[in-house]
C-alpha cells in the first residue's frame, strides 16, 4: 500500500528537492550548522515552500483517485492512510534535512546548542501543521488557499524565529 502512495507523489518535484539538497552548501556558504539552517533563507523560504508544493500536489492526486480507493478499503481507512502518510513524508523530509545539514556543515556548535535544537523541534511541529493544513483539501475540490496559507505560516515562523533568536 505504501509504494502506492508514494507513486503518487510528483517525481519532477522530488527531484528537484534533491538538487536543491545537494545545492545547499554552495548557496549556503561555509558557515556553521545553525546558520544554514536557521538564518539563511533558503531552506525555509526555498526548499520547505518546495515540499508543501509537492504535499499540494499529493493531495490533488489522492482526490482523482479518491472514490475508487474509498470503494476498496473504506472511507475512514483511506482518510487515515493519507494523513499518515503525509506525516510520514514530513517527518522524513525533516529528517533528511537535518542529518543531511549535519555532514554539509559539520556538528552544532556548543553555544548554538539550544536555539538549534529549539528551531528543530518547532520546525517539525509547524510543518507537521502546515501538512494538516493541505491535507484538508482531501474530498475537497483543488483550491490555492491550501497551498497558500501553509506557505504564509512558513514565511511567518521563519520570520518571527529569526526576529526572536
Not at 549556503?28 to 509537492?54: A, E
Not at 533528511?96 to 555532514?103: K, T, V
Not at 559539520?106 to 539550544?114: H, Q, S, T, V, Y
Not at 491535507?135 to 497551498?147: A, T, V, W
Request: aromatic letters at 20%; charged letters at 10%; a positive charge.
Amino acid at each position: 500500500m505504501i509504494k502506492k502512495w508514494f507513486k503518487l507523489l510528483d517525481v519532477k518535484v522530488m527531484i528537484i528537492l534533491i538538487m536543491m539538497l545537494f545545492a545547499s552548501p554552495i548557496l549556503c556558504g561555509k558557515n556553521t550548522y545553525t546558520i544554514c539552517l536557521i538564518y539563511s533563507n533558503y531552506l525555509c523560504v526555498y526548499m520547505n515552500n518546495v515540499f508543501l508544493l509537492m504535499n499540494y500536489q499529493f493531495t490533488a492526486q489522492c482526490n482523482r483517485l479518491l472514490s475508487p480507493i474509498i470503494t476498496r478499503i473504506g472511507e475512514q481507512k483511506t482518510y487515515t492512510s493519507v494523513y499518515y502518510f503525509l506525516m510520514m513524508v514530513s517527518f522524513i523530509y525533516t529528517m533528511i534535512i537535518y542529518i543531511s545539514y549535519a555532514f554539509f556543515f559539520g556538528g552544532i556548535l556548543p553555544e548554538d546548542m539550544f536555539v538549534t535544537i529549539l528551531f528543530m523541534i518547532l520546525n517539525l511541529i509547524v510543518t507537521f501543521i502546515e501538512t494538516t493544513f493541505i491535507y484538508l483539501q482531501i474530498g475537497q475540490k483543488k483550491n490555492f488557499i491550501y497551498l497558500a496559507l501553509p506557505i504564509f505560516m512558513n514565511f511567518l515562523f521563519h520570520i518571527v524565529y529569526t526576529k526572536l533568536f
